[in-house]
């Protein structure tokens, strides 16, 4: 399971969307391992189209599907240079796919800001910079222990000095090294080997709060955007409250504030696609499950989500679309229509296939 790094300066309210987010944590006896941390959460992904194909069916037992979040602890200037939990931070977000960057764009008296007052630019240059100073000491330390392989006349380490010269050039001009383009095969392995923590993706979550005053989010949107990622608005204290309430309370609550949305719905969706995941289905009177899968993935790569054993021994697939089955009424009506495809080794897996797979 692919997993998303809460990370932001301290009172940004980090602690305050993870225990949100952890509300929504899938029921235990389909991800056991889902409460054995207090700082990880497995989270499900909202999706309309699991719980229609379940009535469909009249499935005995929905299962959606989930991503990981971690709780990070705060960041403080220095962490690169141990300041703070510096090393701890660092290291953890080492271990995820991606991160949940937090920027307080809320201005609260009674709720101390480490600089004085929110500037979400500046708040973001804060993080960004104490990431890029890690992987700028990690590409100079590798560039240290290569170059002896390159003098013998390795190949591969002649290929990887180039590509850390171009991250050091990147970084050193203080910029994330994600913005490295045009990687080849064998360049992206060398990357995801040293585990650089700026070329994960990066979501920007902008916590805001109703009813209350907000600095203008104009120039941070605009800052973001020159930086080619993603963002997405949360009021994280209104999402932890919601979550203690059923769905007529919910809906009251919102009505009330005016707020239609969950932000942290649409932060959840937005990982999932930032992790480059896409959904299928199965469905049947046992049970309706979403399957999560890399983009691009074909039949039998996608079939060891359920079982490893699919990849060798699949032969074919069934496949429809999950509004056409709904459509149909029935298999047997979706048949009759020429609807449910048999699919080879070769096809690609679309988000929201409805999939039999014949071993």
């Known amino acids: 399971m692919l997993s998303m790094g809460i990370v932001g300066l301290p009172n940004v309210g980090k602690s305050t969307l ?26 499900a992904v909202p999706d309309e189209r699991i719980w229609r194909l379940s009535e469909f069916s009249r499935s005995a037992k929905t299962i959606p ?33 991606a991160i949940a960057e937090v920027v307080r764009v809320f201005e609260d008296s009674n709720i101390l800001h480490v600089d004085g007052g929110p500037n979400p630019v500046r708040d973001i240059e804060v993080i960004n910079l104490e990431l890029i100073l890690a992987d700028l000491e990690t590409v100079l330390k590798r560039l240290g222990t290569i170059e002896k392989d390159v003098k013998k006349g390795s190949k591969e380490a002649a290929l990887e000095k180039e590509l850390l010269e171009k991250v050091r050039g990147v970084l050193e001009s203080e910029k994330l090294a994600g913005v490295v383009k045009g990687a080849n095969v064998d360049e992206k392995i060398i990357l995801k080997n040293m585990q650089l923590l700026t070329v994960k993706p990066i979501i920007y979550v902008l916590n805001q709060k109703s009813g209350s005053k907000n600095v203008d989010t104009k120039d941070v949107i605009e800052y973001i955007k020159k930086l080619g990622a993603q963002f997405v608005f949360v009021d994280a204290g209104l999402e932890r409250d919601l979550s203690e309430l059923n769905d007529q309370e919910k809906e009251e609550y919102r009505s009330g504030l005016g707020v239609n949305e969950s932000g942290v719905n649409e932060l959840i969706k937005e990982s999932y696609k930032t992790l480059g995941l896409v959904t299928y289905l199965t469905t049947g009177e046992d ?27 699949f032969i074919r697939a069934e496949v429809i679309n999950w509004q056409d089955l709904l459509n149909a009424g029935s298999y047997g009506v979706a048949r009759e229509k020429g609807l449910v495809r048999t699919e080879g080794k070769e096809y690609v897996v679309q988000d929201g296939d409805v999939i039999e797979f014949k071993i």
């Open 287 to 313: 049970e309706t499950r979403a399957w999560t899968i890399k983009r691009d993935s074909t039949a039998p790569i996608a079939g060891t989500a359920i079982h490893t054993d699919f990849k060798d021994k």
């Open 18 to 43: 993870f225990n949100a987010l952890t509300n929504k944590c899938v029921p235990a006896e389909n991800y056991p391992f889902c409460t054995i941390d207090p700082s990880v959460g497995v989270v």
């Open 65 to 97: 599907a989930a991503i990981e979040f971690v709780d990070i602890a705060g960041l403080v200037k220095g962490a690169s240079k141990g300041e703070g939990l510096g090393n701890k931070f660092l290291a953890h977000i080492r271990e995820v796919d």
